[in-house]
């Protein structure tokens, strides 16, 4: 399956999910905002939110500071 992850190609195997793709790219319990195609994915459903190729996905990561 190949994405544009924050603008670029990445391919993956088969069917991936949000949550999926947030621990491949070691995000894992970090606190990340997802947007796949112009849509916020709320935390509750990245299990469940499978990617598709050609999506357009969005990851930003919280950065604590002050």
Do not use: W
């Amino acid at each position: 399956m190949k994405i544009m992850l924050n603008g670029e190609s990445r391919t993956f195997e088969g069917p991936t999910s949000v949550a999926d793709l947030l621990i491949a790219l070691g995000y894992a319990g970090k606190r990340v905002a997802v947007e796949r195609n112009g849509q916020i994915v709320p935390r509750s459903a990245h299990e469940h939110s499978l990617l598709a190729d050609d999506d357009q996905i969005e990851i930003v990561v919280a950065v604590g500071g002050g």
